[in-house]
């Protein structure tokens, strides 16, 4: 990845930084130099996924030259699987809406402006791409009856296996085609781009859109798509804002009387069945591989499919299995108890207290009475404070970032410490410990360690939203939270 880059770059990458994928096993970094002027930065891609590469680059491809603002591809190895792409940046439309849920803001004016674009923009995406050449699509062209029933089973084996709920496995079956049925008789002549969610839309410049992650996508109905949005189960969207923006897409559709009638009829099937596929989603990777975002989501996931159920009673009227299977997941052993996210998600809050502290003075202690965690050993690395620039400065200031950003030994150490504190992260919180500690140490407690201290603390705030963070400079400031 780094040759590719140097071949596309002219020079080698300066800085080479992990990041992280929730649901994926394709692994990202982004790479960067500097040369006279400028700096020049892409996200490396590395995918043993051959097929599924091949369906992003195609797509990409296709769907830029039609306009559409998607990332573009600068490089791709002789042997397809690794690639750099164009680097869009690090907000997303998601993160914009959980900093404002955060600070009691919620759904306003602007998450209005920036969802209707979205939805603008997948209109003109889902014709865009309506001629791309399917025969890259992975794994199928279509998303026909094959790949409705590949979701359902999904919910099947992976959510309400996993939470042992009942269920009679032939009327299952049977209710399942009825609603392939449903689903296929909408008009399937649109990309159906498959994980349009807030997740997978940057937030540029000027608030300016970009789309990434379509490498799954296939011919099918545009109501998927919009079902994706409208409910994921992280945004918790307010069911009027759902509405209004509905229609929105409706008024950019230009849909009106009977045609907007008909596509709303079939859009809450779609609804229906996008809600069941992320449940076997989350089941999967949260219920059977423990990861917290996904446990998380839960809940939220069935509550939306209650509220579904509830102002749409029609969706279930040919589908008795599937309806006694809804309303019997709220008594699985494992959804019931007190409340879905009491059954389902850590009873108590993780803290994971980050700091940094000088090997000059005695080792951090544990307040916590755990007995201490993680202790990362930084005065192996280049230390700014040799020169006398660096002197008044400490790893929080400018000066000294820029420095350690382009020590590619500094990268290598952060991108070690996060990963094994990450993999402590996921066990603790799968056995709903509540207090982790993670202690940097240099000479003099200035320059790296708190320079490391700072970044893990990021790091871990972007990849564990619902975690707390307390990160203290024991050599330098009191305790700050960060969450």
């Known amino acids: 990845m780094k040759e590719l880059f140097r071949q596309w770059a002219g020079t080698a990458p300066s800085q080479c930084l992990s990041l992280g994928a929730n649901g994926s096993s394709r692994r990202y970094y982004r790479l960067s130099c500097s040369l006279e002027n400028s700096e020049r930065t892409a996200i490396g891609c590395i995918n043993d996924d051959i097929q599924e590469n091949e369906a992003f680059f195609s797509y990409a491809q296709h769907l830029r030259s039609r306009g559409i603002n998607v990332p573009e591809v600068y ?20 993160d914009i809406l959980r900093q404002k849920k955060q600070k009691g803001g919620g759904f306003d004016r602007q998450m209005l402006l920036l969802y209707e674009q979205a939805l603008s923009d997948l209109a003109s995406i889902q014709i865009a ?58 008009d399937t002549n649109y990309f159906l781009y498959r994980d349009f969610n807030p997740r997978n839309i940057m937030v540029g410049l000027n608030s300016e859109l970009y789309y990434i992650d379509f490498q799954g996508g296939r011919r099918g109905a545009a109501q998927y798509d919009v079902a994706s949005l409208l409910y994921s189960a992280k945004s918790d969207l307010p069911e009027p804002i759902r509405q209004h923006l509905l229609n ?5 559709r230009q849909l009106e009387g009977d045609n907007r009638q008909q596509w709303i009829r079939h859009f809450w099937s779609y609804v229906l069945v996008r809600i069941l596929q992320t449940l076997g989603a989350y089941g999967y990777r949260g219920l059977f591989e423990h990861k917290e975002y996904f446990l998380q989501s839960i809940p939220l996931a069935l509550n939306n499919l209650q509220q579904l159920i509830q102002n749409h009673p029609q969706l279930l009227s040919q589908l008795p299995e599937l309806r006694k ?27 994971v207290s980050v700091c940094s502290f000088s090997y000059k003075n005695n080792l951090p202690t544990d307040p916590s ?16 404070g040799r ?28 991108s070690h410490a996060f990963a094994l504190v990450a993999q402590s992260v996921d066990k603790y919180l799968e056995r709903n410990f509540t207090h982790l500690q993670v202690a940097f140490g240099c ?16 790091r871990l705030s972007k990849q564990y939203p619902s ?11 009191p305790c700050e939270n960060l969450k």
Do not use: M
């Not at 200031?397 to 952060?414: A, E, G, M, R, T």
């Not at 000479?443 to 990021?458: D, F, I, M, N």
């Open 443 to 458: 000479t003099g407690g200035q320059h790296r360690s708190v320079y490391c201290a700072e970044q893990l603390a990021k």
């Open 129 to 186: 791409g309506a001629d791309a050449d399917f025969s890259h699509a992975y794994p199928r062209p279509e998303f026909d009856r094959q790949s409705i029933l590949w979701d359902l089973n999904y919910f099947k084996y992976h959510f309400l296996k996993l939470t042992h709920t009942p269920f009679h496995e032939q009327h299952l079956e049977d209710d399942f085609n009825t609603l392939a049925d449903t689903l296929l008789s909408a």
């Open 325 to 351: 299977v809804i309303e019997g997941i709220e008594y699985s052993p494992i959804v019931s108890s007190t409340s879905v996210s009491n059954a389902v998600l850590p009873s108590q809050t993780l803290t």
């Open 248 to 252: 929105h897409y409706l008024d950019s």
């Open 387 to 414: 020169y006398i620039q660096y002197k008044n400065y400490t790893g929080k200031d400018l000066p000294v970032i820029q420095f350690l950003q382009q020590q590619q030994p500094v990268d290598q150490f952060l």
């Open 75 to 94: 490089a791709i190895s002789a042997d397809r699987r690794t690639y750099l792409q164009q680097d869009l940046g690090d907000t997303t439309l998601y």
């Open 467 to 477: 975690i707390n963070i307390c990160l203290r400079h024991i050599a330098q400031e």
């Open 369 to 384: 009475g755990n007995g201490g965690g993680f202790i990362f050993d930084c005065r192996a690395l280049p230390n700014p």
